[in-house]
Nanobody, 115 residues
Framework: QVQLVESGGGLVQPGGSLRLSCAAS????????MGWHRQAPGKQREWVAH???????YYADFVKGRFTISRDNAKNAVYLQMNSLKPEDTAVYYC?????????WGQGTQVTVSS
């Protein structure tokens, strides 16, 4: 079972950028799907983006054109580059890895967008 640790969250002003990282405890090659969800205060967790092992990426409409997901199998890591951040992007961001119908989650990293 892979362990996932997110980092890179913090406080940023509207319009700013952050890059989230998700480090896996072992190889991610066998995880065909890796991605990010987020959960804002008082709201349900929502899907943000994911990347398949072949490199195809998919995004929720509310982040298209602003966020970019990538994975580096050699470094056992997944990244989320977030640009043009908005206050409504404020949430805890969770990394996940999936294979054979099983999902594994990290503990999350807080992102706060505020002036």
């Amino acid at each position: 079972q892979v362990q996932l640790v997110e980092s890179g969250g913090g406080l940023v002003q509207p319009g700013g950028s952050l890059r989230l990282s998700c480090a896996a405890s072992g190889s991610i090659v066998s995880y065909n799907l890796m991605g990010w969800h987020r959960q804002a205060p008082g709201k349900q967790r929502e899907w943000v983006a994911h990347v398949f092992s072949g490199g195809n990426t998919y995004y929720a409409d509310f982040v298209k054109g602003r966020f970019t997901i990538s994975r580096d199998n050699a470094k056992n890591a997944v990244y989320l580059q977030m640009n043009s951040l908005k206050p409504e992007d404020t949430a805890v961001y969770y990394c996940y890895a999936a294979r054979l119908g099983q999902h594994y989650w990290g503990q999350g990293t807080q992102v706060t967008v505020s002036s």
